[in-house]
């Protein structure tokens, strides 16, 4: 049977069981869309739309499933039980007013959709407080063509979001957001640095630190992607049923970023109240002055010059860092939000291992001292659009002792160095990606240096790698005046020995047997053009 005429790719979406496939097709319909608008309105526009949908799925799936759970109850009884709103909330889900449910708004759109969906926006914000003045009424605008958004409207609909296997329409959406997500990213370039970190750099940071439980802080959280990839780690290796074994903390100081934020944790099924009910500056306005992290994950404005700086602040314990400068207050904000055993993974620009300029250089030696530093990983270039600032990561720790029962490697007075600048492969011209191997192979070193659980369960010791990694004493970091480059430390890679090289004897013999005739092949060529230069005088 051929599938129906829809406008736009809709029929495209019928038979299509790759969530790749719908996110393609999505993208290049609601690419349409844009006309005049800005690009971070345009972005807010798409995603408050995925971000609708998705609520109102899983608030129809909750339904189907109260419904089930009925079918003893006599049929004029069901009705009040359908409408309980503690039956929603109990359960995680979002309660959608009647007038805000998809199905409404498409039975409903051809009266005017952009109202339609600016007004559901409104009563779903007034109906859960966790929402409040997070999702866009933005749609009902002179710079909006309606009947592309109607359109749109369609296509999100006939995708369905099903049909892919037992996974839920809820991990299809979050794909969907996350795809978005990135694609703005690219399309934004550099201003995209404020609400986006390169998924594979994320997962290096998560993959390190292996948060399985506990409170997760990220001080600059973005679009919240450190907090979705922590989640899908708990996920992928101890099981769905354990991704509330965490709790997610942070804040972010634009306020359309603060909303993709607050609608990526809700998308994914997590709290979004952890990320505050507002937008502020961490450095100007703590929203978590008291609370203490297990893990923190952040990835700073690069080099911020403008920041809220005060002297006399209580969380400069290394040294006051400069006005000019805002990484080393980043790294001391994050030491004193960490737990007693917390830990962080950092990502800042190159410079932060090496600055001696105003005071950075006493800063990175107190840190040093106070044996607070475990690891530094130089990344690749390219990974960052966004950027051509060289990075690097950052990983502290407040605690390099065994830890009792956790049986760990005793690393104090040490820290590892990682050299990851050869790894990574280019997916274009431009951009570079870390691989799951390389991921692995950075999150296995530093696992086998500190003898986690999951180093000894794949029977994982560490040792020096020439090129790539180095376990330096305290000393020896001092003797370098504490900079923290790695090449300074992990030497030059062993070359593989090739039973068909020339030895080296042969070689230097050659080699100078060469030199000598291009001497002589200069010196012919000198006199010749003497003696023509001669003739010609």
């Known amino acids: 049977m051929p599938p129906r005429k829809r406008a736009n790719g809709q029929a495209e979406l019928f038979g299509v069981s790759s969530t790749k496939q719908i996110q393609d097709i999505l993208w290049k319909a609601a690419d349409k869309l844009r006309g005049s608008m800005d690009a971070a309105q345009y972005k807010e526009f798409v995603l408050g739309l995925v971000f609708l949908k998705y609520v109102s799925d899983a608030f129809a799936e909750r339904r189907d ?9 006599p049929e004029n009884r069901r009705a009040e039980f359908l409408d309980e709103r503690d039956e929603y ?30 007004n559901a926006m409104d009563a779903i914000m007034q109906e859960n407080r966790a929402l409040t003045g997070v999702l866009p009424k933005i749609f009902n605008r002179d710079n909006v063509d309606q009947k592309r958004l109607k359109e749109l409207v369609d296509l999100i609909s006939d995708a369905r979001f099903t049909g892919h296997g037992d996974r839920k329409a809820q991990d299809v959406l979050g794909e969907v957001y996350e795809y978005f997500l990135e694609r703005f990213a690219r399309a934004e370039g550099k201003r995209a640095g404020e609400f986006y970190t390169p998924s594979s750099v994320v997962r290096v940071l998560v993959e390190v630190l292996e948060p399985y439980e506990g409170r997760v802080y990220d001080p600059c959280c973005g679009s919240g992607g450190m907090f979705v990839q922590s989640k899908k780690f708990v996920e992928a290796r101890a099981g769905r049923d354990h991704t ?13 970023t603060w909303r993709l934020a607050k609608m990526n944790l809700a998308i994914h099924g997590m709290d979004p109240v952890g990320i505050g009910d507002r937008w502020a500056n961490t450095f100007a306005d703590d929203k978590h002055p008291d609370r203490r992290a297990d893990f923190i994950m952040a990835n700073p404005p690069f080099n911020m010059s403008d920041w809220a700086r005060r002297e006399t602040d209580p969380r400069w314990r290394y040294g006051v860092p400069p006005q000019s400068n805002a990484n080393y207050a980043w790294l001391q904000h994050i030491l004193y939000k960490l737990g007693d055993r917390g ?31 475990a690891c530094m990983v130089a990344l690749p270039p390219n990974l960052f659009r966004t950027t051509a600032i060289p990075a690097c990561l950052w990983f502290l720790t407040k605690d390099k002792t065994p830890q009792g029962g956790k049986a760990l490697t005793d690393r104090r007075h040490e820290v590892l160095f990682i050299d990851a600048r050869a790894l990574g492969t280019m997916v274009d011209r431009t951009e570079r990606i870390l691989t799951d191997d390389d991921i692995a192979k950075i999150a296995d070193t530093y696992h086998a240096w500190r003898g986690t659980k999951s180093a000894k369960a794949k029977g994982q010791t560490y040792e020096n790698v020439p090129g790539f990694c180095y376990s330096a004493k305290l000393d020896e970091v001092a003797a370098h005046d504490h900079v923290l480059t790695p090449g300074r430390y992990v030497g030059a890679a062993e070359a593989e ?14 080699l100078t047997r060469e030199l000598y005739a291009h001497f002589d092949e200069s010196r012919h060529l000198e006199e010749t053009l003497r003696g023509q230069l001669g003739r010609l005088g």
């Open 497 to 510: 020995e090739d039973p068909d090289a020339e030895p080296l004897a042969d070689r230097i013999e050659r």
């Open 89 to 118: 909330t109990s359960a995680n889900v979002f309660w959608v007013p009647e007038t805000a449910r998809w199905d409404y708004l498409v039975e409903n759109a051809p009266s005017g959709v952009g109202e339609l969906l600016d």
């Open 343 to 373: 830990s962080a993974g950092v990502v800042l620009a190159n410079g932060s291992m090496s600055s001696k300029q105003s005071g950075e250089g006493d800063i990175r030696r107190a840190m040093v001292e106070a044996d607070l530093v």
């Open 244 to 256: 509330h074994d965490i709790a997610v903390y942070g804040q972010e100081a634009n306020e359309r």
């Open 65 to 73: 499933q109260i419904a089930d759970s009925l079918a003893d109850i």
